[in-house]
């Protein structure tokens, strides 16, 4: 029995340190000093796998060479994040792993040190991305190889009569904002609309666009992703195919309602009852009026500055003649 216990124990050991080599921490610099000083930092030494941040007004100053690379036996990427200052002593070095990241914000600095020296380095997957050299960085700048976003999905679906284009972001890195582009042929491109970008982010982060006035036939939509030092790189484009069924006796405008308020005109109508609605996509209704309709042509507006709703709404119109829909983004 007691020797059952003893493997337990040994199995539980091992589980441990294979996890947290495996899942990494978070670990911030909240006080100033050196990085191998556990006082440093409020979770622990950095380790292989970490999201390591020096906070702002903190100064770390790198008093060893640090290894978290593969000739380490780490293969599991590192997050810096300087907010504060990263100082190298003369002669330190740093070596991280593959498809690390390091980003230096607003605030952050990357100095050689006070000690002076120049072959202090940065060092990921055995490509030199820093050396002290080169000089002192000041953000907001990314350091070393690796694509501002990790893009999962970028796709565009036709509903009713708007496009609505969504797309995901495993991370970001030094990421200003998104443009969403449009084309009929693939070489001439058109901004339609943008959206900020997170900065930096190492969370799973979904967009969403619309283009409420598509392109009759096929067009092509793509996404443009602009740095913070104006640097841009493109997804490949998706195709949409919209062929719109125009009706002359109902017209909805604008497509999108910034100021809470929509104009309704009805032509051809016959007198009596009808009612507008709003709803939700998923279904919800959001307004409703009835309305009183006295000769053939009507026209209506609709006030929603009270309405504490904002994106893709369905308008109905119904009466004993007619039902028109028509789909309206609010508030954007």
């Not at 009713?160 to 030094?174: G, K, P, Q």
């Not at 070489?187 to 943008?194: E, G, I, P, T």
Request: aromatic share 12%; proline share 3%.
């Amino acid at each position: 029995m007691i020797l059952r216990d003893n493997y337990t124990w040994l199995f539980i050991v091992y589980f441990l340190l294979i996890s947290s080599s495996i899942e990494g921490k978070v670990t911030h610099a909240t006080s100033n000093g050196n990085w191998s000083s556990s006082g440093t930092w409020d979770n622990g030494l950095p380790a292989c796998g970490d999201s390591i941040y020096i906070d702002k007004d903190k100064v770390v100053n790198v008093d060893v060479s640090v290894n978290l690379d593969e000739a380490a036996s780490c293969s599991t990427s590192i997050y810096l994040e300087i907010d504060g200052v990263l100082y190298f002593n003369a002669g330190r070095k740093m070596y991280l792993s593959c498809n690390s990241h390091i980003v230096i914000t607003t605030n952050g600095e990357l100095k050689k040190g006070p000690n002076g020296g120049s072959s202090s380095l940065i060092d990921i997957c055995a490509t030199n991305v820093w050396t002290a050299g080169s000089g002192d960085l000041s953000g907001p700048a990314p350091v070393g190889p690796g694509l501002p976003i990790e893009l999962i999905e970028f796709n565009a679906k036709l509903e009713s009569d708007v496009v609505r284009l969504y797309w995901s972001t495993a991370s970001e890195i030094n990421n200003d904002y998104f443009t969403i582009e449009r084309s009929r042929d693939l070489k001439l491109f058109k901004k339609v609309s943008h959206y900020s970008g997170a900065g930096n982010s190492r969370e799973i982060r979904h967009y969403t666009a619309y283009d409420t006035s598509p392109l009759q036939g096929i067009s092509y939509y793509r996404l443009k992703q602009t740095d913070f030092d104006g640097r841009a790189d493109y997804s490949n484009p998706v195709s949409i195919t919209f062929n719109p069924v125009f009706s002359r006796n109902f017209r909805v405008y604008p497509s999108i309602a910034i100021n809470g308020k929509l104009f309704v005109e009805i032509y051809n109508e016959e007198p009596g009852q009808a009612i507008l609605e709003l709803f939700t996509m998923e279904g919800r209704l959001i307004y409703k009026s009835d309305l009183i309709i006295e000769n053939d042509r009507f026209s209506y507006i609709i006030d929603l500055s009270d309405k504490d709703f904002e994106g893709l709404v369905l308008l109905k119109y119904t009466s004993a003649k007619s039902s028109y829909e028509s789909k309206i983004v609010l508030g954007l």
